[in-house]
Protein backbone atom coordinates (compact mmCIF):
# COMPACT_ATOMS: atom_id res chain seq x y z
CA UNK A 1 0.00 0.00 0.00
CA UNK A 2 1.62 3.57 -1.21
CA UNK A 3 0.85 5.37 2.39
CA UNK A 4 3.46 7.76 1.99
CA UNK A 5 1.65 9.22 -1.48
CA UNK A 6 -1.13 8.89 0.74
CA UNK A 7 -0.11 11.26 3.09
CA UNK A 8 1.53 13.59 0.81
CA UNK A 9 -1.27 13.86 -1.56
CA UNK A 10 -3.63 14.89 2.21
CA UNK A 11 -1.15 17.24 2.71
CA UNK A 12 -1.00 19.17 -0.61
CA UNK A 13 -4.86 19.27 -0.31
CA UNK A 14 -4.76 20.71 2.90
CA UNK A 15 -1.87 23.40 1.43
CA UNK A 16 -4.94 24.04 -0.98
CA UNK A 17 -7.91 24.44 1.55
CA UNK A 18 -6.08 26.33 4.45
CA UNK A 19 -5.58 29.95 2.73
CA UNK A 20 -9.51 29.35 1.96
CA UNK A 21 -10.05 28.66 5.72
CA UNK A 22 -11.97 31.62 7.25
CA UNK A 23 -9.64 32.77 10.24
CA UNK A 24 -9.18 35.52 12.49
CA UNK A 25 -5.83 36.19 14.31
CA UNK A 26 -4.46 37.87 17.57
CA UNK A 27 -1.07 38.32 17.73
CA UNK A 28 0.75 34.76 16.87
CA UNK A 29 -2.59 32.82 17.47
CA UNK A 30 -5.14 31.58 14.32
CA UNK A 31 -8.72 31.28 15.58
CA UNK A 32 -10.96 29.44 13.52
CA UNK A 33 -13.95 31.22 12.70
CA UNK A 34 -16.52 28.64 12.72
CA UNK A 35 -15.82 27.99 16.45
CA UNK A 36 -16.24 31.26 18.25
CA UNK A 37 -19.10 30.62 19.70
CA UNK A 38 -23.45 30.75 18.72
CA UNK A 39 -25.34 30.83 21.92
CA UNK A 40 -24.25 32.70 25.71
CA UNK A 41 -26.23 32.00 28.65
CA UNK A 42 -25.58 34.17 31.88
CA UNK A 43 -26.06 32.38 35.05
CA UNK A 44 -27.50 36.25 36.21
CA UNK A 45 -29.88 36.23 33.63
CA UNK A 46 -27.61 38.93 31.59
CA UNK A 47 -28.28 41.87 34.94
CA UNK A 48 -24.49 42.11 34.96
CA UNK A 49 -23.88 42.26 31.26
CA UNK A 50 -25.80 45.09 30.94
CA UNK A 51 -24.45 47.66 32.52
CA UNK A 52 -20.76 46.14 32.26
CA UNK A 53 -20.35 45.26 28.80
CA UNK A 54 -17.13 46.40 26.41
CA UNK A 55 -17.33 46.96 22.77
CA UNK A 56 -14.98 49.33 20.36
CA UNK A 57 -17.91 51.02 19.70
CA UNK A 58 -19.86 52.62 22.33
CA UNK A 59 -23.28 50.42 22.15
CA UNK A 60 -23.93 47.70 23.89
CA UNK A 61 -23.85 44.33 21.96
CA UNK A 62 -26.28 42.36 23.77
CA UNK A 63 -26.54 38.35 24.07
CA UNK A 64 -25.16 36.69 22.66
CA UNK A 65 -22.80 39.31 21.30
CA UNK A 66 -20.78 40.57 24.37
CA UNK A 67 -18.81 36.86 23.45
CA UNK A 68 -19.50 35.16 20.57
CA UNK A 69 -18.62 36.64 16.87
CA UNK A 70 -15.25 36.18 15.34
CA UNK A 71 -13.53 39.33 16.38
CA UNK A 72 -12.44 40.49 19.56
CA UNK A 73 -14.49 44.11 19.51
CA UNK A 74 -16.82 43.08 22.47
CA UNK A 75 -16.71 41.70 26.18
CA UNK A 76 -17.76 41.50 29.49
CA UNK A 77 -15.97 43.55 31.81
CA UNK A 78 -15.60 42.77 36.13
CA UNK A 79 -17.22 39.52 35.95
CA UNK A 80 -17.34 39.12 40.01
CA UNK A 81 -14.86 36.93 42.60
CA UNK A 82 -16.77 33.59 40.77
CA UNK A 83 -20.57 35.20 41.45
CA UNK A 84 -21.55 34.99 37.75
CA UNK A 85 -20.62 32.24 35.30
CA UNK A 86 -21.29 32.56 31.56
CA UNK A 87 -21.91 29.30 29.23
CA UNK A 88 -20.51 29.77 25.13
CA UNK A 89 -22.35 26.94 23.36
CA UNK A 90 -20.75 26.20 20.28
CA UNK A 91 -23.14 24.84 17.25
CA UNK A 92 -20.26 22.85 15.15
CA UNK A 93 -18.17 22.12 18.47
CA UNK A 94 -14.46 22.38 19.09
CA UNK A 95 -12.56 18.84 18.96
CA UNK A 96 -9.59 18.16 20.75
CA UNK A 97 -6.57 18.38 18.07
CA UNK A 98 -2.82 17.73 18.61
CA UNK A 99 -2.09 20.51 21.50
CA UNK A 100 -3.59 23.61 22.21
CA UNK A 101 -7.22 23.85 20.41
CA UNK A 102 -8.84 26.99 21.70
CA UNK A 103 -7.76 29.99 23.52
CA UNK A 104 -9.36 32.13 26.52
CA UNK A 105 -9.06 36.36 25.74
CA UNK A 106 -9.58 38.68 28.33
CA UNK A 107 -8.70 42.18 28.58
CA UNK A 108 -5.93 43.02 30.64
CA UNK A 109 -7.39 46.15 32.90
CA UNK A 110 -6.15 44.09 35.73
CA UNK A 111 -4.77 40.60 36.20
CA UNK A 112 -7.05 37.94 37.36
CA UNK A 113 -7.39 34.29 37.57
CA UNK A 114 -10.11 31.87 35.73
CA UNK A 115 -12.32 29.11 36.17
CA UNK A 116 -13.68 27.00 33.50
CA UNK A 117 -15.36 23.27 32.81
CA UNK A 118 -16.69 22.13 29.80
CA UNK A 119 -19.40 20.06 28.14
CA UNK A 120 -19.19 16.84 25.71
CA UNK A 121 -22.74 17.37 24.55
CA UNK A 122 -23.77 20.89 25.57
CA UNK A 123 -26.03 19.77 28.78
CA UNK A 124 -23.86 17.82 31.37
CA UNK A 125 -21.04 20.09 32.26
CA UNK A 126 -17.38 18.67 34.24
CA UNK A 127 -16.14 20.11 37.57
CA UNK A 128 -14.92 23.64 37.57
CA UNK A 129 -10.85 24.05 37.00
CA UNK A 130 -8.64 26.85 38.27
CA UNK A 131 -6.81 28.34 35.63
CA UNK A 132 -4.33 31.10 37.00
CA UNK A 133 -3.84 33.92 35.46
CA UNK A 134 0.04 33.28 34.64
CA UNK A 135 -0.86 30.45 32.27
CA UNK A 136 -2.27 33.80 29.60
CA UNK A 137 0.39 34.50 26.90
CA UNK A 138 0.73 38.47 25.92
CA UNK A 139 -0.89 38.69 22.02
CA UNK A 140 1.10 42.21 21.23
CA UNK A 141 -2.45 43.60 20.42
CA UNK A 142 -4.49 46.38 22.26
CA UNK A 143 -7.79 47.47 22.04
CA UNK A 144 -9.85 50.33 23.04
CA UNK A 145 -13.11 49.44 24.75
CA UNK A 146 -16.15 51.69 25.73
CA UNK A 147 -17.00 50.42 29.43
CA UNK A 148 -20.81 50.05 29.97
CA UNK A 149 -20.97 53.50 28.20
CA UNK A 150 -17.91 55.20 29.52
CA UNK A 151 -14.59 55.40 27.94
CA UNK A 152 -12.91 54.54 25.66
CA UNK A 153 -10.65 52.95 27.85
CA UNK A 154 -7.27 51.27 26.19
CA UNK A 155 -6.02 47.27 27.07
CA UNK A 156 -3.88 44.69 25.82
CA UNK A 157 -5.03 41.38 24.93
CA UNK A 158 -3.92 38.26 26.39
CA UNK A 159 -4.49 34.56 25.76
CA UNK A 160 -5.22 31.49 27.76
CA UNK A 161 -4.27 28.36 25.57
CA UNK A 162 -6.65 25.53 26.73
CA UNK A 163 -4.97 21.91 25.38
CA UNK A 164 -8.40 19.80 26.13
CA UNK A 165 -6.62 16.96 26.81
CA UNK A 166 -5.22 18.26 29.94
CA UNK A 167 -9.16 18.17 31.31
CA UNK A 168 -9.57 14.42 29.86
CA UNK A 169 -11.53 15.66 27.23
CA UNK A 170 -11.70 12.79 24.17
CA UNK A 171 -10.80 13.28 20.43
CA UNK A 172 -14.80 14.33 19.97
CA UNK A 173 -13.94 17.28 21.77
CA UNK A 174 -16.82 19.73 23.38
CA UNK A 175 -19.58 21.45 23.03
CA UNK A 176 -19.44 24.37 25.01
CA UNK A 177 -17.38 26.17 28.08
CA UNK A 178 -18.60 27.61 31.69
CA UNK A 179 -16.27 30.39 32.36
CA UNK A 180 -16.13 32.43 35.27
CA UNK A 181 -13.86 34.57 37.56
CA UNK A 182 -11.17 32.48 39.45
CA UNK A 183 -11.39 34.89 42.64
CA UNK A 184 -8.55 37.39 42.70
CA UNK A 185 -9.84 40.98 42.47
CA UNK A 186 -13.18 39.90 40.56
CA UNK A 187 -12.20 42.52 38.05
CA UNK A 188 -12.11 39.75 35.17
CA UNK A 189 -12.27 41.18 31.53
CA UNK A 190 -13.52 38.52 29.33
CA UNK A 191 -13.56 39.08 25.63
CA UNK A 192 -13.40 35.50 23.77
CA UNK A 193 -13.54 31.74 23.68
CA UNK A 194 -12.89 30.55 20.89
CA UNK A 195 -11.00 27.17 18.50
CA UNK A 196 -7.86 27.70 16.72
CA UNK A 197 -7.08 26.67 13.47
CA UNK A 198 -5.85 22.93 13.52
CA UNK A 199 -2.21 22.91 12.41
CA UNK A 200 -1.14 21.38 8.61
CA UNK A 201 0.10 18.04 10.68
CA UNK A 202 -3.20 17.40 12.38
CA UNK A 203 -5.58 17.56 9.89
CA UNK A 204 -3.27 15.22 7.24
CA UNK A 205 -3.24 12.65 9.94
CA UNK A 206 -6.72 13.12 10.30
CA UNK A 207 -7.21 12.91 6.23
CA UNK A 208 -4.69 10.50 5.60
CA UNK A 209 -6.78 8.06 8.51
CA UNK A 210 -9.88 8.79 6.53
CA UNK A 211 -8.01 7.90 3.03
CA UNK A 212 -6.36 4.70 4.32
CA UNK A 213 -9.91 3.71 5.42
CA UNK A 214 -11.64 3.64 2.75
CA UNK A 215 -8.98 2.07 0.87
CA UNK A 216 -9.21 -1.10 3.00
CA UNK A 217 -13.47 -0.77 2.39
CA UNK A 218 -12.66 -0.47 -1.38
CA UNK A 219 -10.05 -3.59 -1.82
CA UNK A 220 -11.32 -5.48 1.85
Same mark, same amino acid.
Given at each position: ?????????????????????????????????????????????????????????????????????????????????????????????????????????????????????? @??? $???? &?????? !??? +???? =? #? %???????????????????????? @??? $???? &?????? !??? +???? =? #? %??????????????????????????? $???????
Amino acid at each position: MQTGRVIAGVVACVGLGAGAQAQTTLGSFIFDDNKFGDTLTESDGGSHSSGNWLNTTNANPGNPGYLTGAHFETGVANMGAGTIDYTIGYASGIPNMTGDDMGIVVARYSTDNVEIRF @STD $GVTF &GPWTFL !GSG +TAVD =S #G %EDRTYYYGGGGPYPARLWVHPIDL @SDY $GIGA &GGIMAI !GIR +TGGG =S #G %ELDLIRAAGFIPSPSTVALVGAAGLLA $GRRRRHG
